[in-house]
């Protein structure tokens, strides 16, 4: 079974508008990671969130981590068509035993 | 130099038929990851790989799946006697990592799209 969740699992918005993603967990974890993948590719690292830290940004991408509710989200600033892509979380539980993806995101940025 | 580097990027076999999948890390990258994708799904852990030692197997879903990385480089996933449940996407990813696997940023090729007719 998947440990992570993400929400909406589906999500359409306007070129410029802010997307915001959410992931929950159910169990203990040492790291959260954040991937996007384009149809058909691989998956591309966006960011990773100790279980110790609270926020990350990288460009246009804000990620924070709440562990006493198990969630994270997922906020990316002034979407673009080309951030079309479904979008994961994926947890490293502690201790660190294996990694676990949720079933995604799929967002869809509209010109 | 390149990225994670997958081959075929398409296989279509009989059911019945042995397939064999293999992934080429990133250079000098230590720990090697095999993932399943269905459709509409987030990718499933299979295998993992710290140097040639396949140190967590867990995921694998049948003694018909075996994955191997004899000298720490390239790997393969073979899949004998296969079932039209293993149709997927197969996923390798390769990352720096030492001591853990999953503590770093994971690289992934861009799959194996297998078919069992």
């Known amino acids: 079974s998947q440990q992570g969740e993400e929400d909406p699992q589906a999500l359409s918005i306007q070129e410029g508008e802010n997307a915001t993603m959410n992931c929950s967990y159910k169990t203990s974890i040492n790291n959260l990671q954040w991937y996007r993948q384009n149809s058909g590719r691989g998956l591309v690292h966006l960011i990773l969130i100790r279980s110790n830290e609270r926020e990350k940004h990288s460009g246009r991408l804000r990620v924070t981590l709440d562990t006493s509710k198990k969630s994270s989200s997922l906020l990316i600033t002034a979407s673009r068509a080309a951030d079309t892509a479904s979008y994961f979380c994926a947890t490293a539980q502690n201790p660190i035993r294996n990694f676990v993806f949720g079933p995604g995101t799929r967002l869809s940025v509209l010109p | 130099g390149a990225g994670v580097s997958q081959s075929p990027r398409y296989k279509v076999a009989k059911r019945g038929q042995d397939v064999a999948l293999r992934c080429d890390p990133i250079?000098?990258?230590?720990?090697l990851f095999w993932y399943q994708q269905a459709l509409g799904q987030g990718p499933e852990f299979l295998t993992y790989f710290q140097n040639e030692a396949q140190l967590d197997k867990s995921g694998l879903p049948s003694d018909r799946f075996f994955a191997e990385r004899p000298e720490g480089s390239v790997s393969t996933l073979k899949i004998q006697r296969t079932q039209q449940e293993d149709s997927a996407v197969y996923l390798c990813?390769?990352?720096?990592?030492?001591?853990?696997?999953?503590?770093?940023?994971?690289?992934f090729g861009d799959g194996t799209r297998l078919s069992i007719l």
């Open positions: 250079s000098g990258h230590v720990s």
């Open positions: 990813a390769s990352s720096l990592a030492r001591l853990s696997g999953f503590n770093q940023p994971q690289h």
